[in-house]
T-cell receptor
């Protein structure tokens, strides 16, 4: 149980285009989902907290107009990287907090590798 | 801002050796999670500890949460090449903000473990 999927697993795009990444909790409901960014051999950096039915909460230094987050249902959150540039190339990982469990545990997706040319 | 200091950052050992990874903070966490991550994949949860002084064992892995819930350790006995990976500790906290609850995980920088055959 507690499986989180991401789509796509990798994407290559041209500079200036927008890319949407989906995060789904497959067998549980997740009121809260999180988006992280990770550079090679480094830890995860929290970008934003996504709450179902409300606006996302962004971490300091993360541009909310560039990284659009939508959490329209209890099982789906999307991250759209708008007007992507090469410096946006990274490994993006989402996680979901199980609504039905009184625990801090987050379940992570497999990640999406974004390469901007 | 909560910080979680993880050490060592890199560890290369021979098969059969024991090792310990530490996570320390000046902040109190409601829980502490340990994850293991393979290259190109999302973190996989190993354990969650929530009670000060708690010890959990998972085969050759032993996890401990400090009495004051500010620190944790991961001990691996008789390491095997299959244990190679990035180990991440993460502290859970619920920071009350003006908008209500602001739960998040604070990640350590990770320990890149290589177990040589």
């Amino acid at each position: 149980g507690a499986v989180v999927s991401q789509h796509p697993s990798w994407v290559i795009c041209k500079s200036g285009t927008s890319v949407k990444i989906e995060c789904r909790s497959l067998d549980f409901q997740a009121t809260t989902m999180f988006w992280y960014r990770q550079f090679p051999k480094q830890s995860l950096m929290l970008m934003a907290t996504s709450n179902e039915g409300s606006k996302a909460t962004y971490e300091q230094g993360v541009e909310k107009d560039k990284f659009l987050i939508n959490h329209a249902s209890l099982t789906l959150s999307t991250l759209t990287v708008t007007s992507a540039h090469p410096e946006d190339s990274s490994f993006y990982i989402c996680s979901a907090k199980h609504t039905g469990k009184n625990t801090d545990t987050q379940y992570f997706g497999p990640g999406t590798r974004l390469t901007v040319l | 801002t909560q910080l979680l200091e993880q050490s060592p950052q890199f560890l290369s050992i021979q098969e059969g050796e024991n090792l310990t990874v530490y996570c320390n903070s000046s902040s109190v966490f409601s829980s502490l999670q340990w994850y293991r991550q393979e290259p190109g994949e999302g973190p996989v949860l190993l354990v969650t500890v929530v009670t000060g002084g708690e010890v959990k064992k998972l085969k050759r892995l032993t996890f401990q949460f400090g009495d004051a819930r500010k620190d944790s350790s991961l001990h691996i006995t008789a390491a095997q090449p299959g244990d190679t990976g990035l180990y991440l500790c993460a502290g859970g906290s619920d920071l009350l903000s003006s908008g209500g609850s602001n739960y998040k995980l604070t990640f350590g920088k990770g320990t890149l473990l290589t177990v040589n055959p």
